[in-house]
């Protein structure tokens, strides 16, 4: 069976389940040895972060690599469209989450605990995700009627953790509408919906407990 090094809260995990839910597969969920980071995981993934994929003794980190590998090891369901144009696009929309959105939220992770609140971070992380929303309408815009798929994996968790901390931190983000409507049609996904069931209470009760 195709093991996962994940942690429940974790954003990037919940991005694979998803790709994992898609293709309809099994998985036996493993917290990483000694910590994410920790020298005993780092024994098993170089870089030691999470997720990682471990099939069958092949293993591979990267929640994009990996999803990538689970496209090519069964294909369907495929997470990426037949046309080069369209897993062009894809790519572009998935990279446009790991590498320009996401970061732009987990630069609050500083900000979680209530003790250490910096107001102003909050003011510039909100100019600056509101700007990359702002930026993905555009590249929705431009992309209209791809089927679900890898680019597609990211964004419901990190819209969550952007509603989620929204109210906590105060933040101050704008949501183009087109965005808000994706949003809506990632939530009705079953892949999004089975992982939602317990990733929201999952992070609420993570937040919650930040919050003491
Ligand atoms: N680009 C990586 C990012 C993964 C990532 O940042 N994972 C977090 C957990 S959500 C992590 O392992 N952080 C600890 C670290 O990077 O050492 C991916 O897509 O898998």
Redesign the pocket.
């Known amino acids: 069976m195709l093991k996962l090094y994940a942690i429940p809260v ?4 919940a991005k694979t389940r998803i790709a994992l839910r898609y293709k309809g597969l099994d998985w036996q969920e493993l917290p990483p040895p000694g910590g ?2 920790s020298a005993e995981y780092k024994q098993i993934v170089a870089s ?4 990682a994929l471990d099939d069958d003794g092949f293993l591979i ?4 690599a990996i999803a990538e590998y689970l496209d090519d090891r069964f294909p369907n369901p495929p997470l990426l469209p037949g046309h080069p144009q369209g897993r062009a696009r894809m790519r572009e929309r998935s990279r446009f989450h ?1 590498t320009r959105l996401e970061p732009a939220l987990r630069a609050l992770f500083g900000n979680l605990d209530p003790d250490r609140r910096d107001a102003q971070l909050n003011a510039r992380q909100s100019v600056a995700i509101t700007e990359r929303l702002g930026q993905l309408a555009r590249l929705l815009d431009a992309a209209p009627g791809l089927a679900f798929g890898l680019g597609d994996c990211g964004y419901p968790v990190t819209f969550a953790w952007i509603d989620a901390l929204t109210p906590r931190l105060g933040l101050n983000i704008v949501w183009p509408e087109a965005v808000r409507a994706y949003q809506s049609r990632l939530s009705d996904e079953p892949a999004v919906a089975d992982e939602f069931a317990t990733y929201l209470p999952t992070l609420t009760g993570w937040l919650d407990a930040k919050d003491g």
């Open positions: 974790s954003l990037y995990s994410y980071g030691g972060n999470l997720p980190a990267d929640s994009e790991d």
